[in-house]
């Protein structure tokens, strides 16, 4: 009898340290494909001051919950230039940065609009459908230099205004914030 109590008790143990190394290459199985599909979906991780920062309806981050981006990160985007003119500068200039269109794909971003804020707190929403290969984009430099606060930078929205009346409107102009500093994207 006592033999047969030790062979129960044998396999009860046996069946536990199963259960439990199931239960432990599961979770180990899950953390890796948790880590593989975070790592698919996480930027670069900034190495100098953020200078933006994309949150809401986006796949891809490398922070709590946002995609940040310092000048470095944003430089090594596929880069656009507008020329044109502007209603605030004299003159023509050429602005570099990013398309919108770029960046919005980059972060993985599902939705119909944008929120656009600068340093100030001011905001403007911006519909996705503005994201095309014509424009806008997030300028980062002006004939060629970074732009300071004092110069509407680091980044403005910048739209191709010269080049037809549907980008000279109040609503464009509206929707052309400078200091931009933050994104959130919204279904």
Do not use: C
Not at 33 to 53: E, K
Not at 92 to 116: C, D, I, M, N, P
Not at 148 to 166: A, N, V
């Amino acid at each position: 009898m006592i033999f047969a109590a030790d062979a129960v008790k044998r396999q009860f143990r046996k069946e536990r340290f199963m259960n439990l190394s199931f239960i432990g290459t599961s979770l180990a199985l899950a953390a890796g494909i948790f880590a593989g599909s975070l790592s698919a979906n996480s930027l670069p991780n900034p190495t100098g001051p953020v200078v933006l920062s994309v949150t809401g309806a986006i796949e891809r981050i490398n922070g709590e919950a946002a995609a940040s981006f310092d000048m470095a990160l944003l430089h090594s985007l596929e880069q656009s230039e507008i020329t044109t003119d502007t209603i605030w500068t004299p003159g023509t200039h050429q602005f570099s940065g990013v398309l919108l269109k770029t960046l919005l794909k980059e972060v993985g971003a599902s939705g119909s609009r944008v929120t656009a804020f600068a340093i100030n707190d001011y905001s403007v929403v911006i519909p996705i459908s503005d994201a095309t290969d014509a424009g806008p984009i997030v300028a980062f430099a002006m004939d060629g230099q970074p732009m300071s606060r004092r110069e509407k930078g680091p980044l403005w929205i910048i739209y191709p205004y010269s080049s037809g009346s549907e980008y000279r409107t109040e609503v464009i102009y509206a929707r052309s914030i400078w200091q931009l500093n933050r994104l959130h994207i919204e279904e």
